[in-house]
Nanobody, 121 residues
C-alpha cells in the first residue's frame, strides 16, 4: 500500500508565503518523478512544478520565479515553497509521484488527496 499525504496548506494574505510538503509512505522501492498540480473550481488541473529523481525541475509559467520545488529522497518527501502568493494561486494543490513498489516492481503514478491553499485579504 502506497499513500501520498500533503500538508502545509491554509489561508494566507497576498504577498505571503506557504510551504507545502508531501510524504510518500508504504512499501516503496524507489520514487521517480514527483510534482505538484493544482485545480481551482471550474478549471482544469494544471502543472505547478515537477522534479525528477536527479533533481531537474520544471515549472508552470504562472509560478516561475515565485515557487520552488525540492525533494528529500531520504524522507520520500517533496516540498513546494510558495512565495509572493497571489489570489489567483487559490486552488487545491495535489501531490503526484511515480513510484516503484516493492511488491511487483511496476512504476505507478499516485496522487495525494490535496490540500487547500487560499490567498485572500
Amino acid at each position: 500500500q502506497v499513500q501520498l499525504v500533503e500538508s502545509g496548506g491554509g489561508l494566507v494574505q497576498p504577498g505571503g508565503s506557504l510551504r507545502l510538503s508531501c510524504e510518500a509512505s508504504g512499501r516503496i522501492r524507489s520514487i521517480n518523478d514527483m510534482g505538484w498540480y493544482r485545480q481551482a473550481p471550474g478549471k482544469q488541473r494544471e502543472l505547478v512544478a515537477a522534479i525528477s529523481s536527479g533533481g531537474s525541475t520544471d515549472y508552470g509559467d504562472s509560478v516561475k520565479g515565485r515557487f520552488t520545488i525540492s525533494r528529500d529522497n531520504a524522507k520520500n518527501t517533496v516540498y513546494l515553497q510558495m512565495n509572493n502568493l497571489k489570489p489567483e494561486d487559490t486552488a487545491v494543490y495535489y501531490c503526484n509521484a511515480a513510484i516503484r513498489k516493492v511488491v511487483g516492481g511496476y512504476l505507478v503514478e499516485y496522487w495525494g488527496r490535496g490540500t487547500q491553499v487560499t490567498v485572500s485579504s
